[in-house]
């Protein structure tokens, strides 16, 4: 943190997990996963390369704001800044531990920003999940088309209405799932954040893919296959 009384102050915090398996070498793995997505998610909007460590990313935030003090200008009061990464434990079963990460700040402009990272990590070895180690080869069209029959309907659009209609930015054609997802009991997660297929105001977008819907496109053994079979055969699942 940084404070001055004639001025303004600048606080940054940053949690997350220090996380212990059975395994010495999977804890280093997992544990250097979540601080590169932790510190890969300060940019600051000039950063052209993350920063390599949480104290780096809370110096330069720091410094950012003190730069701004030492410019020429008539303001005599600037608005605090605050800038803070929290991680969550979104689920831990089945060999998967997945993870969300809340990037949130306000440097003085019209609003504060919240970027969401989600993140899911095989707990035997500590490596990241992708979709590549979930899907078949050449999933993408199908992904896109499932994934846009599931927003529709977890969004409530009805039959007819277009997404741009409903107030999106992208038409039906332009509508891809990115990779900003998380395993979770019931499906596969998908995060769009601010502004990257809606206005401001809409806020984060998700959208569940639920097991069932990805039929014929999940590998047999994938880091989901178990997920899958037990989403099958309960009915409070969608």
């Known amino acids: ?3 001055d009384r004639s001025h303004g102050s ?22 250097a996963n979540v601080l590169t997505t932790v510190v890969g998610l300060y940019e600051n909007g000039v950063n052209s ?11 330069d ?7 701004q003090l ?9 608005p605090p800044w605050s800038y803070s990464i929290t991680s969550h434990i979104l689920f831990n079963s089945d060999g998967v531990l997945s993870m969300r990460y809340e990037d949130f700040s306000f440097e003085g402009g019209a609003h504060p920003n919240t970027v969401y990272q989600n993140a899911s990590y095989v707990r035997t070895t500590g490596s990241i999940i992708t979709l590549d180690d979930i899907l078949k080869p050449g ?12 927003f529709r309907r977890d969004h409530g659009i009805a039959a007819g209405e277009t997404l741009q ?23 596969l997660l998908f995060q769009f954040n601010q502004y990257e297929i809606a206005p401001y105001y809409f806020g984060a977008q998700q959208v569940l893919i639920p097991y069932g819907d990805l039929k ?3 590998l047999p053994n994938s880091p989901v296959a178990s997920l899958a079979a037990a989403a099958a055969n309960d009915p409070s699942l969608p």
């Open 1 to 3: 943190s940084y404070f």
């Open 10 to 31: 600048a606080r940054m915090e940053v949690t997350y997990p220090v996380l212990r398996t059975d395994s010495s070498e999977t804890d280093a793995a997992l544990n």
């Open 49 to 59: 390369v993350p920063p390599t460590s949480v104290v780096q990313a809370m110096r």
């Open 61 to 67: 935030f720091i410094h950012t704001f003190t730069s």
């Open 70 to 78: 030492d410019q020429p200008s008539s303001r005599t009061y600037f």
């Open 139 to 150: 999933y993408s069209g199908k992904l896109n088309a499932i994934g846009l029959e599931a």
């Open 165 to 187: 209609q409903a107030g999106y930015f992208v038409s039906a054609s332009d509508f891809k799932l990115n990779t900003n997802f998380m395993i979770t009991k019931a499906g």
């Open 216 to 218: 014929g496109l999940l």
